[in-house]
Structures are given as structure tokens and as C-alpha cells.
């Protein structure tokens, strides 16, 4: 392995230069070299665990099934009571439920498909892991989408009881 003596980026063998800021490449001894094994090693190991995230808790459990709760109750009140301003409600309310229920109950699933979106202009060919951005907004997307779905539905109650 070689390194930028300048940035520090660290290239294979087979560079003589670096890619960002041409500089001239220098041999890596066996300690920078292990050092270097060592960090990647650890970052593929974190990035594996990763996965783990994707795991249907018993908490996301209880969010698919409020959001199945949430879209029978929708299918049921816009069956009794459909008008125009509210039809559109219960809609939405369905519409969540299911989005909220496949997200939580296949999040691999959902990664895969994020994953192929990001990756169909590029060419790699190595596995892309999800940050940990990407999966604390997976998880508070999942709370935030029964929430709105639980406010609709209180909303369109609220306008049907008065």
C-alpha cells in the first residue's frame, strides 16, 4: 500500500501519484501498513453490525400493528361517513398505514431498494452500507408517520362527532 505523504489518502500498489493532489506516493512501512488493516477491519466490522438495525423489534411490532389498527379503522369510518372534504383524509390515513407497515416490517427490504436507487448511475462494485443518519431516520420515520396518521384520524373524528 502506498500513502499521500501530502493529504494522507492511501492508494494500492499499482499509483505512483494521487489522485487528489498528484503528489508522489510514498511506500507504507509495516506499521502504518498494519495500523491501516487494523482501521479498515474495525469499519467493516461496525458497518456488518449495522444490519442488526434492520431487525423487527417487538417495538416495531406494536407499529405495524397500530398502522393495520389505523388503516381499518380509516377503511370502516370512510365507508360510514364519506364526503368530500374527508374522503380525501381517509385516504391519506390508508395510504400511511400501508407505507408505514411494509417500511417497518421489511426495513432490509426498504435498504436494498434505497441502496439500488443510489447505486443505478454509478459503477461500483463494492457493498454499500447504510449510515447511521440513514437508519435514525428510518426509525424516527416510523414514529412520525403513525403519529400523522393517528393526528388525521383525530382530525377526521373530531369533524365527524360535531
Not at 370512510?78 to 398505514?97: D, H, P, R, T, V
Not at 452500507?129 to 426509525?139: H, N
Request: hydrophobic share 45%; aromatic share 14%; glycine share 2%.
Amino acid at each position: 500500500m502506498k500513502k499521500c505523504p501530502k493529504c494522507g489518502n492511501i492508494f494500492d500498489d499499482s499509483k505512483n501519484t494521487c489522485s487528489e493532489c498528484s503528489s508522489f506516493l510514498n511506500k507504507m512501512d509495516d506499521a502504518e501498513q498494519r495500523e491501516f488493516e487494523e482501521k479498515t477491519d474495525n469499519i467493516l466490522e461496525n458497518q456488518s453490525t449495522n444490519f442488526d438495525d434492520f431487525a423487527v423489534t417487538f417495538k416495531d411490532k406494536i407499529i405495524i400493528a397500530l398502522s393495520v389498527a389505523e388503516m381499518v379503522l380509516s377503511i370502516v369510518l370512510m365507508n360510514i361517513y364519506w364526503e368530500n372534504e374527508i374522503s380525501i383524509l381517509f385516504i391519506f390515513c390508508i395510504f400511511f398505514g400501508v407505507a408505514n407497515s411494509i417500511q417497518t416490517a421489511f426495513p432490509e427490504f426498504i435498504w436494498k431498494i434505497t441502496k439500488f436507487s443510489q447505486l443505478r448511475d454509478f459503477q461500483f462494485d463494492g457493498e454499500v452500507y447504510p449510515s447511521d443518519f440513514y437508519i435514525l431516520s428510518f426509525k424516527i420515520s416510523k414514529y412520525v408517520m403513525l403519529i400523522i396518521n393517528a393526528l388525521i384520524l383525530i382530525y377526521v373524528m373530531s369533524n365527524i362527532l360535531t
